[in-house]
T-cell receptor
Framework: GAVVSQHPSWVICKSGTSVKIECRSL??????MFWYRQFPKQSLMLMAT?????????EQGVEKDKFLINHASLTLSTLTVTSAHPEDSSFYIC??????????FGPGTRLTVL | SQELEQSPQSLIVQEGKNLTINCTSS?????LYWYKQKYGEGLIFLMM?????EEKSHEKITAKLDEKKQQSSLHITASQPSHAGIYLC?????????????FGPGTSLSVIP
């Protein structure tokens, strides 16, 4: 099946710094990528949907200036958490799909902000 | 083999019929989530189950967790075309801390008017 990777898998950073998370589709072209966030023992919550070459669509309540999403190519999307704070500590998962195809999930990135 | 399996893989039902989708884990379940996906859209969270025997309902959708059997079922009563989509179960397989959510392969549901 299709493979989606994320990097890094785990990151610890100081409060106030920015962190970039990469999501790559390794063996297929992803026209759409989704970014999710999961708090401990809670459900995944969709943050934004990004289509290659266009601006991401953010879900209600998600700050677009804080969570910058770039989908520059058909195989790469990045999520940058700007000026991270401890409350941003969470698990971030991306998924990717081709043309209206199944979503394939990445392994996730655990962010801890000190 | 996958840690989470779903059955059936796909389902076509007549509007008004009831249906059940099953999600079975090869490991102990500490949390089970049900999601719905419409083609090309993000996942929509439906329900979360954490305790064995727990049952939750939302509108015409009911989900149960059988912890002993490491299985959850999603039941839709009087299906409607709006129920069509892909249903995914996700599982939390860690007890003491959260880790990545493991997803099942999905069940594609079509409802014929």
């Amino acid at each position: 099946g299709a493979v989606v990777s994320q990097h890094p898998s785990w990151v610890i950073c100081k409060s106030g710094t920015s962190v970039k998370i990469e999501c790559r589709s390794l063996d297929f072209q992803a026209t759409t990528m989704f970014w999710y966030r999961q708090f401990p023992k809670q459900s995944l919550m969709l943050m934004a949907t990004s289509n290659e070459g266009s601006k991401a669509t953010y879900e209600q309540g998600v700050e677009k200036d804080k969570f910058l999403i770039n989908h520059a190519s058909l195989t790469l999307s990045t999520l940058t958490v700007t000026s991270a704070h401890p409350e941003d500590s969470s698990f971030y998962i991306c998924s990717a799909s081709g043309f209206g195809d199944t979503q394939y999930f990445g392994p996730g990135t655990r962010l801890t902000v000190l | 083999s996958q840690e989470l399996e779903q059955s059936p893989q796909s389902l076509i039902v007549q509007e008004g019929k009831n249906l059940t989708i099953n999600c079975t884990s090869s490991k102990t379940l500490y949390g089970l989530y049900w999601y719905k996906q419409k083609y090309g859209e993000g996942l929509i969270f439906l329900m979360m189950l954490q305790k064995g025997g727990e049952e939750k309902s939302h509108e015409k959708i009911t989900a149960k967790l059988d912890e002993k059997k490491q299985q959850s079922s999603l039941h839709i009563t009087a299906s409607q075309p709006s129920h069509a989509g892909i249903y995914l179960c996700g599982a939390d397989l860690m007890k003491t801390s959260y880790d990545k959510v493991i997803f099942g392969p999905g069940t594609s549901l079509s409802v014929i008017p």
